[in-house]
């Protein structure tokens, strides 16, 4: 880079972090969502960054963006620093907040969090709502929380170190058709009835453990998995508004998830075996245990329930870990 080796330049931290939020969607909007600010705000500290440095960081292109040379060899020592300024502002924190990663507000994680917080009224917890392209899992390996609810299982990154894994939910899943679906008069389905179907999933269209896995029910089934984006978006409510119009896709839902009511929608049982997303708790293991965090952990580890492994179908790298 054009820096002079004599000249100490200060990062400005908030920069640091829109640079390694555009690295990790790809896209200045995504990363404008994921940081919960404009995208102008992210393109200002973007070229604040890189002028700074004297040095481009990324090559804009159609659609998305991609690192340079320069921005690839500072990406590491960018989540270095990240990481070690967060760990800074925690360690002198007044108040010990636990900050617990959800997959998003309607997912069985976050229902799973608030009956726990009502339980524990006192609790000091903060939920951080993630999404498809930036999971629960990726926040607690990069330090981002403490804790988070997550498929513990993905062989292209697995899990470091530090990071501590107990089952936690078995989210089974249910089909979800249109009342003109040739289905939908169905008491229920066999695994081996999905076979043929092509069910929409947009939110497994992302590099990630949930893309993962709906890739191994697809190996395991049959079913053909569309991820493709609608221009209504990947919520809840625009997936359930086209499949209750559609006679030929389907989709998921997990017993534990609240998905949106639609009176065109029809929810069917999946049973021999019923397909159950396997999620674990996951921690960062750290020299000071967080004052917060064995309550949780007791609270999960009590209320799971190891016996309905044996009738449900989870990726096989999965099974270990919820069969204990």
Known sequence: ??????????????????????????????????????????????????????????????????????????????????????????????????????HGAQIADANLMRFYLEKHPDAEVELIMMGPSTTSRSAVIDCRVDVAFARAHWHTRPLPAYVTATPAYLDALHLLVGNGHPLAGRDQVELDDLD???????????????????????????????????????????????????????????????????????????????????MALLWRETITPHPQLSSLIDFVTGSYNGNAVSATWIPEPDRALFAR
């Open 1 to 102: 880079m054009d820096v002079d080796a004599g000249v100490r330049v200060d990062l400005d931290l908030s920069a640091v972090r829109a640079m390694i939020a555009v690295s990790d969607e790809g896209q200045f909007g995504l990363a404008a969502s994921a940081l919960g600010i404009s995208q102008q705000a992210v393109s200002k500290r973007i070229a604040k960054l890189e002028g700074q440095l004297g040095a481009q960081l990324f090559e804009r292109r159609i659609g998305n963006v991609a690192l340079t040379a320069h921005g690839a060899r500072l990406l590491p020592h960018a989540r270095s620093v990240l990481a070690s300024a967060d760990a800074a502002i925690a360690a002198v924190r007044d108040a010990q907040v636990l900050r617990v990663a959800v």
């Open 196 to 278: 043929g179907l092509t069910a929409w999933v947009p939110g497994a269209g992302f590099d990630s453990e949930v893309g993962d896995f709906y890739g191994r029910l697809s190996e395991s089934c049959g079913i053909t998995i569309n991820t493709e984006r609608h221009p209504g978006g990947i919520g809840f409510a625009n997936i359930i508004d086209r499949i209750a119009d559609s006679t030929t896709l389907v989709t998921f839902g997990g017993a534990g998830t609240t998905t949106p009511w639609h009176p065109n929608i029809r929810r069917i049982p999946i049973v021999n075996p019923t397909p159950a997303y396997p």
